[in-house]
């Protein structure tokens, strides 16, 4: 099954700086690499994804790289600002038996 | 707006008691997910079913059933809480193939078992 790694575990970053996070899995015919983002309080929610026709993507100071030869992909914020902080879970796939697995999570810090 | 919904944001329940997590989704999805949610463990998927009346264990099975009777709605059920099983448990959803498409999560559900 889907083997997938999450680092840092923790990560703190002066506010503007950028903040990047790296997710590597195991199963190669992985095609969908969404980013999710859960703010205190609240379930994860969906803030980037790509598909693995694709080596990047942005959205406004996020971004997402993709390297398949070498199975990792990355989530990138750039001006990070306070509302930056929260913890973050990659979730490649699809898994074996249409099963969603995360990683173990990202809990990102915004120092002002 | 999509949705997911727990029953609840906090419970407080015995040990031994039988413990009932419900989640509604109003998207019509095909399949739904039970996670727990522990510090330094990340989310790990307890049950998840693809239709109804269908479910498949996940990584930690032990000591949870699921109900799955109608589409919009799949049940955790703890057969005899113990105080291990106090946890962050998180719902979600999403659409058939779910590995390539955008999960849907509830709130969670704290439960403290005591």
């Given at each position: 099954?889907?083997?997938?790694?999450?680092h840092?575990?923790?990560?703190?970053?002066?506010?503007?700086?950028?903040?990047?996070?790296?997710c590597?899995?195991?199963?190669?015919?992985?095609?969908?690499?969404?980013?999710?983002?859960?703010?205190?309080?609240?379930?994860?929610?969906?803030i980037?994804?790509?598909?693995?026709?694709?080596?990047?993507?942005?959205?406004?100071?996020?971004?997402?790289?993709?390297?398949?030869t070498?199975?990792?992909?990355?989530?990138?914020?750039?001006?990070?600002?306070?509302?930056?902080?929260?913890?973050?879970?990659?979730?490649?796939?699809?898994?074996?038996?249409?099963?969603?697995?995360?990683?173990?999570g990202?809990?990102?810090?915004?120092?002002? | 707006d999509?949705?997911?919904?727990?029953?609840?944001?906090?419970?407080?329940?015995?040990?031994?008691?039988?413990?009932?997590l419900?989640?509604v989704?109003?998207?019509?999805?095909?399949?739904?997910?039970?996670?727990r949610?522990?510090?330094g463990?990340?989310?790990?998927?307890?049950y998840?079913?693809?239709?109804?009346?269908?479910?498949?264990?996940?990584?930690?099975?032990?000591?949870?059933?699921?109900?799955?009777?109608?589409?919009?709605?799949?049940?955790?059920?703890?057969?005899?809480?113990?105080?291990?099983?106090?946890?962050?448990?998180l719902?979600?959803?999403?659409?058939?193939?779910?590995g390539?498409?955008?999960?849907?999560?509830?709130?969670g559900?704290?439960?403290?078992?005591?």
């Amino acid at each position: 099954g889907e083997n997938v790694e999450q680092h840092p575990s923790t990560l703190s970053v002066q506010e503007g700086d950028s903040a990047v996070i790296k997710c590597t899995y195991s199963d190669s015919a992985s095609n969908y690499f969404p980013w999710y983002k859960q703010e205190l309080g609240k379930g994860p929610q969906l803030i980037i994804d790509i598909r693995s026709n694709v080596g990047e993507k942005k959205d406004q100071r996020i971004a997402v790289t993709l390297n398949k030869t070498a199975k990792h992909f990355s989530l990138h914020i750039t001006e990070t600002q306070p509302e930056d902080s929260a913890v973050y879970f990659c979730a490649p796939g699809p898994g074996r038996d249409d099963k969603i697995i995360f990683g173990k999570g990202t809990r990102l810090h915004i120092l002002p | 707006d999509v949705k997911v919904t727990q029953s609840s944001r906090y419970l407080v329940k015995r040990t031994g008691e039988k413990v009932f997590l419900e989640c509604v989704q109003d998207m019509d999805h095909e399949n739904m997910f039970w996670y727990r949610q522990d510090p330094g463990l990340g989310l790990r998927l307890i049950y998840f079913s693809y239709d109804v009346k269908m479910k498949e264990k996940g990584d930690i099975p032990e000591g949870y059933s699921v109900s799955r009777e109608k589409k919009e709605r799949f049940s955790l059920i703890l057969e005899s809480a113990s105080t291990n099983q106090t946890s962050m448990y998180l719902c979600a959803s999403s659409l058939p193939r779910a590995g390539n498409t955008e999960a849907f999560f509830g709130q969670g559900t704290r439960l403290t078992v005591v």
